[in-house]
C-alpha cells in the first residue's frame, strides 16, 4: 500500500488558483479523492454513499454529509476512521463533519410550445414599434 503525502505538505487551494498552478491544484484534488477512497473503505456501505471526504486540514479529516442524521452515524465512526488515517500515514487528530445536502436534482426543461398565430402578430407589431 503506498504512502499519501503528510498533511502539512498540502497548499490551501486559495494559495494554488492565486498562483496560477493548476496542475497543483488538479493534484490536491486528485489526491484529497483517492484519500477519500481509502477511508470510506472502513465505513458501512450505507453510510459511505451518504458522506463524502471533503479536506485534510491541520490536522483534521473533513467530511461532508447529507443529513444530520448521517453526520452523527459518522461521528460514531470517528475512532475507526482515525485509526485508518493513522495507518495511511496521516498525522490526523479530529473529525470534523459537516452537513452538505445533495443539491437538488435539475428539472428537465420543457419544450417550448409554438406562439399562436395571434402572440406572433402582436410580437411582431411591438418590435416594429421599438424600431
Not at 487551494?13 to 470510506?40: F, K, T
Not at 491541520?58 to 448521517?70: H, K, M, Q, T, Y
Not at 419544450?111 to 416594429?128: F, M, Q, T, V
Request: glycine share 4%.
Amino acid at each position: 500500500m503506498s504512502q499519501h503525502t503528510p498533511h502539512h505538505t498540502f497548499k490551501p487551494v486559495a494559495d494554488i488558483v492565486l498562483s496560477n498552478d493548476i496542475a497543483g491544484l488538479a493534484a490536491r484534488a486528485g489526491a484529497l479523492a483517492d484519500l477519500g477512497a481509502r477511508l470510506s473503505r472502513v465505513l458501512p456501505s450505507a453510510l459511505s454513499a451518504q458522506v463524502r471526504f471533503a479536506d485534510l486540514r491541520e490536522g483534521r479529516l473533513v467530511f461532508l454529509a447529507s443529513s444530520a442524521a448521517w453526520a452523527t452515524r459518522l461521528r460514531y465512526t470517528q475512532a475507526l476512521v482515525l485509526e485508518a488515517a493513522r495507518q495511511l500515514g496521516l498525522g490526523a487528530s479530529e473529525l470534523v463533519v459537516k452537513v452538505a445536502p445533495p443539491a437538488p436534482a435539475s428539472q428537465p426543461l420543457a419544450p417550448a410550445r409554438p406562439l399562436s398565430e395571434s402572440a406572433a402578430r402582436h410580437l411582431d407589431l411591438a418590435a416594429k414599434l421599438l424600431r
